[in-house]
């Protein structure tokens, strides 16, 4: 009986030296998780005959527990590297067979897949080529080629427009010459776009006189208006220059006094025409011809060799932007005012005087090829009566060349009283669709990337993925116009030149990052853990890994920092939780263990043999 308990006491110290042993060995060994053995007493029973005092039979071992505790996490060099802190394994493919670790050292192997240490795919959620994570679990792989290009679809430009800017250009109508006869016995009205009231003028009486017309017309709000007379002669043959006479019809006394002594010639009568003393009459020969002027515009009669003639005034007239139309007006007046209108330090993308504001951001064609895209602002009078609303013209330009119909008519901002945007062209949404542009090379000749759609109006916001032409949407949504400086917040656009690999990143949600040489990142994957009902039910299987048994049930996946799963710690490994020092004290106490139960044998040795020698 001694000797069976000594025996047993030998094995199971024996098993807490291996074990303890088998710590110490793995003190170093990245994902491991110490094991500590666990006895149970011994007693020989039977059917009614235990007894009330049995003696023990000894020792046995019930099971070897692993502690899957945290170990520390420490850093390494390898991007690949990777920790759990908390709980979870990854999940590796050996084989068609499914694995669990926390040992945590991954790299490339040669077909891009990433991989342990023994070859072992690390399993995940797969990405789309455009970085999207799905359901869809598998092996993770790192695509080492270059990134496509990919062409500029949508640009947010979210800025404010200084409200204190001044409108830098004017809108003057420069009105055909028109003579009082055009006014004789007419009435009309002037109509305005800022909500003002028509003006009436007229009706001019039979008669009238252009310095009488442009003063009354002037009086118009938005109107300009002036009078002058001019009296061209000709060349006529005066054959007595004494006779010639000069009158402003109307005027009290009508003549004027010409010193007619000794002339002889059209320029001397020049000459004596400019010496009187009424300044507003002038006279020039010019390519031997007589004119005279008169800057009051009233008519002038001119007589000689005993006839005479009468020039009637020029009205001269412009009006600026308020003046909308006439109502009423006389044929020939509306015709003077249907001219085009005159834009007086007008837009101009290579004069910094003709804007307030600009600002420009790369864009991408469909080859990678970048182009300079500007924004200018130019800020337009009011619309209406100027209350509540203000109103900004935008253009836009790539590479030198102005799009989106803007070199013919740009884009209308309206702001309201609180300096939000309220629409761009009646779009609330503050976009604008450049469905126009045809990519050049620095030559100004196509480029061979894709160009305008062939239907313009067939383009749609956003822009579909994949796009099949140069089009893309400007965002001015955000845009504000507060008293503030001029400033831009926030300018993004989709569109990128071609990368190479330059490094790899994983986020705490075990997220593998592609970050490429143009500044962009992108998806590949996502690792996934697995979480156990029962972890101590796992099977080791040597490689620090586990296979999961009856015991510990199925696993339940997901992503990392989901649920009960931990994070990922990037460039780190979990170090093995052995605690050194506690294991040394073990194998003392194991040792000391052995020793006794040897001694319980010797002794037992010892009786049997005084009971032998007693014959």
Known sequence: ????????????????????????????????????????????????????????????????????GQGNISFTDSGLDMAISGDGFFILSNNGETRYSRAGQFAIDNE??????????????????????????????????NLAPRRT??????????????????????????TPADFENQSFAFQYSDGSA?????????????SEVAAELAAAPGVSASASTSANLGSPAIADYGTFTLEVVGDTPPGRTIDLSGVSSLSELAVRINDISDSSISASYTGGELSIQHSSGESLEVSFDGGSTVYPGTVFVNTDRTVAGLDSAPTSVQAAFSVTADVINAFNPIDQRTYNHATSTKIYDSLGNTHEMTQFFVKEPSPGNGVGQSQWSVYIEIDGEMVAGTDQQPYTALFNQDGQLESINGDINGEIIIADWVPKDPNGDPNGADG???????????????????????????????????????????GYTTGRLSGLDVSEEGVIFARYTNGQSKALGQVALASFNNTNGLSPVGDTTWVESFESGQPVVGAPDTGTLGSIKASSVEESNVDLSAELVNLIIAQRNYQANAKTIETSDAVTQTIINLR
């Open 112 to 145: 891009g897949f990433v991989v342990n240490n023994q070859g072992m795919n690390v399993q995940g959620y797969l990405a789309d080529e455009d970085g999207n994570l799905s359901g869809v679990r598998g092996g993770l792989s790192i695509d080492t080629g």
């Open 1 to 68: 009986m001694a000797f069976n308990t000594g025996l047993s006491g030998l094995r199971a110290a024996s098993v807490e030296l291996d074990v303890t042993g088998n710590n110490i060995a793995n003190a170093s060994t990245v994902g491991f998780k110490s094991s500590t053995v666990q006895f149970g007493d011994l007693y020989a029973s039977g059917f009614l005959s235990s007894g009330t005092n049995p003696v023990g039979d000894g020792v046995q071992v019930q099971d070897v527990k692993q502690s899957f």
């Open 198 to 210: 028509d003006y009436p003028v007229g009706p001019f009486a039979a008669g009238v006189t252009a």
């Open 452 to 494: 305008p759609p062939a239907d313009p109006s067939s383009v749609v916001s956003p822009i579909p993925f994949p796009a099949n032409s140069s089009a893309f949407v400007l965002d001015l949504g955000s845009t504000t116009q507060y008293g503030e400086t001029f400033g831009v917040n926030n300018q993004q656009q989709n």
């Open 153 to 178: 679809t949508s640009l947010v430009t979210d800025l404010n427009l200084d409200s204190r800017e001044t409108v830098l250009a004017s809108t003057v109508r420069n009105w055909n010459d028109l």
